[in-house]
């Protein structure tokens, strides 16, 4: 099989969810040599945006996108390790959790799985997680960044809420915080008075390392 044979695969049996063979191609095209990195961005995220756009169109429902982001899950617990090698010293502290009412977890994971390889450490905090779990967990871990993930127009509010929530536990000071997602834009996050925003995770892991520098350079040790 060529690599442009297994990347076309990898596309055409994601869109459909057909897991087994999802795992199957990953693994032969690590075996054969190929970048986990290609694997993703030229197969694995476009089939999974085609699924949307599906979604939208009204020739998916949401059995279907359940069953091809079920794929993709089982095409990253293969690649986590590989997209997560790092020799990397740790460089900053993060607590990370998909928005209250929102159980979209792929990108939210994707964006950690990066951050680790960066040398960050995360703790993840899953889906559906309410403002007062963010602000109980940031007491507790104390992570230099907080990250928002949010997917639907309609969960994004939470952005706000959250941080109202930081404000009001009087802690919105002590940490950095970052919001990302699907529908989120620097215009929104600049509205909901947030730190910084990304559109993808290899941005993410670049704004998070920049805002930390800017935070240690502006607090005297
Ligand atoms: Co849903 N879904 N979904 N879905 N789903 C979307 C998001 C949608 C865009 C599809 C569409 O209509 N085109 C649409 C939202 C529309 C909107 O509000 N604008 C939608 C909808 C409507 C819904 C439901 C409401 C459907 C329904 O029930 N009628 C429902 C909501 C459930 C809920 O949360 N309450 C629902 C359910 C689901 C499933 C459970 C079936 C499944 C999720 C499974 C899972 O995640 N475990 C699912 C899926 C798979 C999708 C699509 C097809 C794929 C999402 C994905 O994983 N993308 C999605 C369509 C799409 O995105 N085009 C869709 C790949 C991922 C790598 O990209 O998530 O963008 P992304 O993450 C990126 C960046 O956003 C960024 O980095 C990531 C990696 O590069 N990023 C950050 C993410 N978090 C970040 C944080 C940061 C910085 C960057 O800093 C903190």
């Known amino acids: 099989m060529t690599h442009d044979e297994i990347l076309q695969g990898l596309y055409d049996n994601t869109l459909v969810g057909n897991a087994p063979e999802v ?23 476009p089939s999974l945006e085609e699924v949307g756009a599906r979604f939208e169109r009204g020739d998916y429902f949401v059995p279907e996108m359940l069953i091809a982001a079920r794929a993709m899950q089982g095409a990253l617990d293969i690649l986590r390790p590989l997209l997560a090698e790092t020799g990397a010293q740790q460089v900053g502290t993060f607590v990370m959790g998909t928005v209250k009412g929102d159980v979209h977890d792929i990108g939210k994971n994707l964006v950690n799985i990066m951050l680790e390889g960066a040398g960050f450490q995360v703790w993840d905090l899953g ?13 507790e871990h104390k992570p230099e960044i907080v990250g928002f993930s949010a ?9 706000k809420a959250n941080i109202n929530a930081l ?33 993808d995770a290899s941005t993410a892991v670049r704004m998070a390392k920049d805002l930390i520098q800017k935070k240690r350079a502006a607090v005297p040790a």
Do not use: H, S
């Open 167 to 199: 404000e009001k536990a009087g802690i919105r000071d002590q940490v950095i915080v970052m919001v990302g997602g699907a529908p989120v834009t620097q215009e929104y996050a600049d509205a909901v008075g947030a730190d910084g925003y990304a559109a």
């Open 127 to 139: 889906v559906n997680v309410a403002p007062e779990t963010f602000v109980e967990k940031i007491k």
């Open 23 to 45: 795992k199957d191609l990953v693994n032969a095209g690590l075996e054969d040599g190929m970048d986990p990195e290609k694997m993703l961005y030229d197969a694995l995220i």
């Open 151 to 159: 997917f639907l127009t309609t969960t994004m509010p939470m952005f």
